[in-house]
């Protein structure tokens, strides 16, 4: 059954980034058009309790996860500057088969991110 995942680790700190917003829109291949579709919240663990999108809401289609770690940075005391030099990143990533589990992790740091199709 397919499924939309996430997973964020704050690597600055060594740890899963609990307490992190995240929003995910659908994007129009025709319009480039944004639909926002839900936000979420990470746990303890850096997870969503439950999977972004179910196997009854994933579509084929573009997508774009949005993760607000100048917020989650600033709410850790983390050394910054202001304005912070990453605020909120964009993934944008494709959903080509619905019944596929997709993964998208985000390792981050107030400097630098990465991000992979994970399992």
């Known amino acids: ?3 939309l995942t996430t997973h964020v680790l704050d690597t600055a700190h060594g740890c899963p980034a609990a307490n992190l917003t995240i929003e995910l829109w659908a994007i129009d291949s025709q319009t480039e058009q944004k639909t926002h579709l839900k936000t979420v919240t990470t746990n303890a663990d850096g997870r969503t ?4 999108l179910n196997e009854s ?16 940075f600033a709410a850790k005391s983390a050394k910054t500057t202001e304005p912070a030099f990453l605020d909120r990143v964009p993934i944008r990533f494709g959903i080509a088969d619905a019944d596929a589990h997709y993964h998208v992790p985000l390792l981050a740091s107030p400097w630098s991110y990465s991000t992979y ?3």
């Open 49 to 52: 309790d439950s999977p972004v």
């Open 117 to 119: 199709r994970g399992s």
């Open 57 to 72: 809401e994933i579509k084929i289609g573009t997508y774009e996860l949005v993760f607000a770690i100048g917020n989650y």
């Open 1 to 3: 059954m397919g499924k």
